[in-house]
């Protein structure tokens, strides 16, 4: 008995462990921008894809330090790949081309609702960002 409880002890410790390191590696991504983000990641992304949360966080981590992104910049980024991530439920390793383009389509609109063709920079910008990412 004493070494099942030990056991559990431990395993309990370790996911603690584990947790507060994921905890603080959303933190650090999202270091800077409103709690919102923060939350999103955390709490949406985090629960169904942990494996994704943490390359998100490690993408933007990458990202601060080698191109010094703005603010605004990062928080696209986060809400785009969460939201990607959130779409598929399945891991990024696993993402194929037919999958980014039938994310992108959800952004196109008809002729009748979008005459302006606004629809257009959405889907170009949110594009450019998942080809880099995917690089």
């Given at each position: 008995?004493?070494?099942?409880?030990?056991?559990?002890?431990?395993?309990?410790?370790?996911?603690?462990?584990?947790?507060?390191?994921?905890?603080?590696?959303?933190?650090?991504?999202?270091?800077?921008?409103?709690?919102?983000?923060?939350?999103?990641?955390?709490?949406?992304?985090?629960?169904?894809?942990?494996?994704?949360?943490?390359?998100?966080?490690?993408?933007?981590?990458?990202?601060?330090?080698?191109?010094?992104?703005?603010?605004?910049?990062?928080?696209?980024?986060?809400?785009?790949?969460?939201?990607?991530?959130?779409?598929?439920?399945?891991?990024?390793?696993?993402?194929?081309?037919?999958?980014?383009?039938?994310?992108?389509?959800?952004?196109?609109?008809?002729?009748?609702?979008?005459?302006?063709?606004?629809?257009?920079?959405?889907?170009n910008?949110?594009r450019?960002?998942?080809?880099?990412?995917?690089?």
């Amino acid at each position: 008995m004493r070494n099942r409880t030990n056991s559990t002890l431990s395993e309990t410790i370790e996911i603690e462990t584990h947790t507060e390191r994921q905890r603080q590696k959303i933190k650090n991504a999202t270091e800077g921008l409103a709690t919102c983000h923060f939350n999103f990641l955390h709490n949406d992304v985090l629960p169904q894809d942990k494996e994704n949360a943490m390359i998100i966080c490690n993408y933007v981590q990458s990202m601060r330090q080698e191109l010094n992104p703005s603010d605004r910049y990062r928080e696209d980024i986060i809400v785009l790949l969460g939201n990607f991530s959130m779409f598929f439920k399945k891991s990024f390793k696993e993402v194929t081309r037919e999958n980014i383009l039938s994310f992108l389509d959800r952004f196109r609109k008809p002729e009748a609702s979008d005459p302006l063709h606004k629809w257009i920079g959405t889907y170009n910008i949110y594009r450019i960002h998942l080809m880099r990412f995917f690089r």
